[in-house]
């Protein structure tokens, strides 16, 4: 016996599961990733040995890849079973890996971040406060930025939840439609609409106050189709992965192993 | 061939204002055992951590086995073996294991590797603690895996940065002869150490640093020469007198100090002149009962070098 039937359990935890969980799964996987080898002082053994310094980076990098992979594919598998078990059988379960891939990338976009922060502090406490900080940041800002103002369009561009889209208008209230947050935490359930949906159209909505500041009005601050706005949060997500990534490199070229642990 | 191993020219790293390592012209040739000693702080560790390519020296060459090794080379780190001062490797390995990772770093057969492991960890005594985790070694232990990766890949140059720091007695009196058995092999040993009678014992050659200024490279015995002046005998007489304090200071190669029987003579020259005294003694009606030389060694070269007083 099944509870109450959702053909769409599967999809919908793509689309719950990103934000805060994602970034403390990054952080989780990687704050050691090379801090870790400067603050125990097996970088010294490990960096004589005749493997060059890219060889060594690349490595990290494909393991923290790797085992975000695995974290994902488990916890894939679970929701799958859990789902079909309890909630019935579920529709366009093919996506399921699309929607693993976009998890697994948007998560990677945090690890790239906590990677460099690692490499650059040499601390795996920097590495994960630091990129914590970044993470309230662009959060606290991203919704200020959104909600208040309606400037939405910068949020397009940056890491994290990014804008909430709706398929609803913005001026009828209550809301219509269903909402999803359109930035690089939620690739997965993006490349899943993008094959279900590519051409729906998602309205971005900010607040207008009137003279004085007294009576705010909800608007419409844009408007695009979800074909554009999950191909451009794939771009922007990497874009930022491969900068960071870049960026880590060649701090970790660069670095010297001046103390002795 | 050459058979410069290592050569620096003007090598020279700094700290922010601190000039850690400044124009050291350092040369070890082929099969020499050459200890690098200076108190601590004097730039030993830095100048290994550049010849590994862990530090960027800021200026000067440095040339390991005839290739410019300045950054990043992994193909000369292919061909030596580096022990860093206290160790540390991943606690989670166990002694076997981490030896087949590194192993496989230098692209050792898994044949040679099942061969030379087990071969290793008996050379360095930790025969029967191979499959233990590297966290639940002792200090002493995490030291000798450490010699026992330096030469993993049978290096053609095997640095050691410090090699008995941590040991017991018995373990530094260990380290040596494996130092010692590393050099029958035909392989040439670098190794920094501030124990001067490590150094006496195993040595060929010395450099000596200091500040991060050169003070002295040469054999063991030119350093012992440079340190003649402070050579000295103390020689025991059954009874002293006048009639032999005299004969002593007749003496034209030494100087005399007198406390009870005994009597420190302080020698200007590097001849073996223990016949002459002990003919001076008798002709003076004294007997000695013990005659021994003193200083001259490494010690009093080192500390005269680094401008420390001898005791």
Known sequence: MTLAPNPDAVSGFFNTFSGIFIFLIAVATTMNTISGEFETGSITPLLTKPVSKNTVFLGKIVASFLTLIAIYAFLTVYVIVGSVVIEGSQNNLLLAPLGLFGLTLATMVWASMVILLGTLSKSSLVAALG?????????????ILSSVYGQTSVLFYAPGGG???????????????????????????????????????LNFCGVRFGPGGREGEIFTASSDTVATVALRALAVAIVYLAALLVVSWYAFRRSQIVESA | ??????????????????????????????????????????????????????????????????????????????????????????KHL???????????????????????????????????????????????????????????????????????????????????????????????????????????????????????????????????????????????VQKASDSILHALKALSFATVNTNDNTYTLHLKTKDDVRAEISRAVSAAGGVILRMQEEGGGLEDAFMSLVGKEAE
């Open chain 1, 163 to 201: 804008a909430n889209g709706s398929t609803g208008s913005c001026e009828t209230f209550p809301r219509s439609g269903t909402n999803f947050a359109t930035g690089t935490d939620n690739l997965g359930y993006l490349l899943i609409q993008l094959v279900l949906n590519p051409s729906a159209v």
């Open chain 2, 1 to 90: 061939m050459d058979t410069h191993v290592i050569q620096t020219e003007n090598l020279t790293k700094s700290y922010g204002t601190r000039i850690a390592v400044n124009h050291l012209n350092l040369t070890v040739e082929a099969k020499q055992i050459h200890g690098f000693l200076g108190p601590n702080g004097a730039g030993k560790t830095t100048t290994i951590k550049m010849l590994v390519g862990l530090l960027r020296p800021d200026s000067g060459s440095l040339k390991i086995l005839g290739m410019n090794a300045a950054g990043d080379k992994p193909r000369i780190r292919e061909r030596i073996g580096y022990m860093p001062e206290l160790p540390k490797f991943p």
């Open chain 1, 131 to 143: 990129s914590f900080g970044v993470f309230i940041g662009v959060t606290i800002v991203g919704t």
């Open chain 2, 94 to 236: 166990t002694g076997e294991e981490l030896l087949d990772v590194y192993g496989r770093m230098y692209n050792i057969p898994k044949e040679t590797r099942r061969k030379r492991i087990p071969e290793l960890l008996k050379m360095v005594g930790l025969e029967g603690r191979g499959r233990d985790r590297i966290g639940k070694y002792s200090k002493g232990m995490q030291q000798r895996i450490g010699i026992a990766q330096a030469l993993l890949n049978d290096p053609e140059l095997v640095i050691l940065d410090e090699p008995s720091i941590g040991l017991d007695p018995v373990g530094m009196v260990e380290v040596r002869d494996m130092v010692k058995e590393i050099v029958k092999g035909g392989q040439t040993v670098f190794f920094s150490s501030h124990l001067l009678a490590e150094v006496q014992q195993i040595c060929d050659h010395v450099s000596i640093i200091n500040n991060g200024n050169m003070l002295f490279t040469g054999t063991l015995d030119e350093v012992a020469s440079k340190a003649g002046p402070s050579r000295r005998l103390v020689l025991e």
